[in-house]
């Protein structure tokens, strides 16, 4: 019985991570979820939460990001293979809330993809967003 009681709580714990990150939307051809940026507001550390979709899934011309928060900031946002070769890279010209972005994925090979947000002109991978197409 221990062990039974173990798995359910491990699923539980596992099912409400993913539930916080990545959610399955009503429309099957839009993935979506949040993610948060620690943030400082003079000497006050903040959350900031940062929403996402991604569509129109099944993925085969175009991967359209679109990033949302509270909070204005500049991102950066990158496409790379299921090797993590740099495919393409994209940061938004201004300062904004809301952030869309197109990505060309027409001649790339049927595979795994994913999108990767990081913190302007930093390395620091934010969140990751993975995709088949």
């Known amino acids: ?3 039974k009681y173990g798995f359910l709580f491990s699923a539980l714990l596992l099912g409400s991570a993913l539930s916080s990150s990545a959610q399955q939307s ?8 949040h993610f948060e940026i620690d943030t400082a507001v003079g000497s006050v550390m903040r959350h900031v939460n940062v929403n996402y979709t991604l569509s129109p899934a099944p993925f085969s011309n175009v991967a359209h990001i679109l990033l949302n928060s509270p909070q204005r900031r500049q991102l950066n946002v990158d496409l790379v293979n299921s090797s993590g070769t740099l495919i393409s890279s994209w940061t938004p010209t201004a300062l904004s809330h809301q952030y869309e972005h197109d990505f060309d994925i027409s001649a790339l090979p049927a595979g795994s993809y994913a999108i990767k947000i990081r913190k302007y002109n930093t390395a620091e991978v934010l969140h990751t967003i993975n995709f088949t197409k």
């Open 1 to 3: 019985m221990k062990t």
């Open 26 to 33: 009503s429309n099957p051809a839009i993935l979506s979820g």
